[in-house]
């Protein structure tokens, strides 16, 4: 088993080891005092595969379970899906001492993390990710959110599990598509400040040992910078563009396809910039190639620049960007939103 300890607001352990799925309810109990009431939420996919053998570890632990399961999708991340689930904790009487459970991708985890934050001013919950995103990136670190008309993620808060349970057993059940997406995020981390996982990346590796470097990498990250003030922000490479791009395809695009197309365009532009090197940009492009993901998207410039004004990183008429200089390496640079509409449209090509 692989742990890794992450030391924000609340100190909690990441493990990463296969099979661990069936022990969710074990783990979950040393986090409480039993009797205790669990809510799994789950979407409709996640929980057809998975919802019994959870509920089942869960009971076995001694938790009085119930299930709350909505469809599948970016589209049920929203106000109303939140609001429901308030209400069936509230019609099951959770109370305080009680928890959340987390079953399935990014937007079950953003949900359900952001129910755990708000209900009663806040009760304890456990991620278990079980898509490849949701263990590299979006289960660890706090951040929870809903969608809103204007824009992905602008309703939310800064919460942190308990323990974050990752079974990479749980990745062989994933559609091609869907774990492609997550390796958006994997390559992600390379390209911000790790040119040895882009390495691996080229060669055979255990996604398990993917996933531990890409945890720490978030781990370190997160301890020095939990409210995203500061290095914190360099997560965000080709989220501002990608973004926008899930937004003007009103959430059909996947996160991960339009968090690669975004990493191409900022690192297309920075390179434009004189900011870049064309090696960085031809390494980025054959690892999201080799992993299935797209190099650009039909949407035009000013579709993608209106959609970004509601970026939830905008200060003003301002917004901080990550912009790669070379492989393995970015930085943070403030610019006005008409330098960063300046930059896409110099780069785009529809």
């Not at 398990?208 to 978030?218: F, G, L, S, Y």
Request: charged residues 20%.
């Amino acid at each position: 088993m692989k742990t890794v300890t992450v030391n924000a607001s609340r100190t909690y352990d990441i493990t990463i080891e296969r099979g661990l799925i069936t022990s969710s309810g074990d783990i979950a109990a040393k986090l409480t005092k039993l009797p205790c009431k669990i809510m799994i939420v789950s979407d409709s996919t996640v929980h057809a595969i998975y919802g019994e053998k959870v509920s089942q570890s869960f009971t076995k632990a001694g938790f009085e379970v119930y299930e709350y399961i909505f469809p599948a999708g970016e589209a049920s991340k929203n106000v109303n899906t939140l609001a429901d689930l308030w209400e069936e904790m509230a019609d099951k009487h959770f109370t305080r001492s009680d928890m959340i459970a987390a079953l399935g991708g990014g937007v079950v985890g953003d949900l359900a993390g952001f129910a755990a934050a708000t209900f009663l001013r806040g009760i304890q919950y456990v991620q278990i990710p079980t898509t490849l995103l949701a263990m590299v990136d979006s289960s660890v670190g706090g951040k929870t959110a809903i969608d809103l008309k204007g824009g992905k993620n602008l309703a939310g808060a800064f919460y942190q599990p308990s323990a974050v349970i990752c079974d990479p057993d749980t990745l062989s059940t994933l559609p091609a598509e869907t774990y492609s997406d997550g390796m958006a995020e994997v390559i992600k981390y390379g390209m911000i400040n790790k040119p040895e996982l882009l390495r691996t990346l080229q060669t055979e590796y255990d996604v398990a040992d993917v996933i531990e470097t890409c945890v720490c990498a978030k781990r370190d990250i997160v301890n020095e910078d939990e409210h995203d003030v500061g290095v914190r922000q360099f997560l965000n490479l080709g989220h501002t563009l990608g973004h926008g791009i899930e937004r003007s395809s009103n959430y059909t695009i996947p996160h991960g396809r339009a968090v690669a197309v975004g990493m191409v365009l900022i690192t297309k532009a920075a390179i434009k910039a004189g900011k870049c090197t064309e090696e960085t940009l031809g390494v980025l492009e054959q690892l999201l190639v080799k992993n299935g993901l797209p190099l650009s998207i039909d949407i035009t410039a000013e579709e993608l620049c209106d959609a970004a004004l509601n970026d939830k990183k905008r200060k003003g008429n301002s917004i901080t960007v990550v912009i790669p200089v070379s492989t393995g390496n970015s930085v943070l640079e403030k610019m006005s939103i008409e330098e960063l509409n300046t930059l896409v449209k110099g780069v785009w090509q529809a």
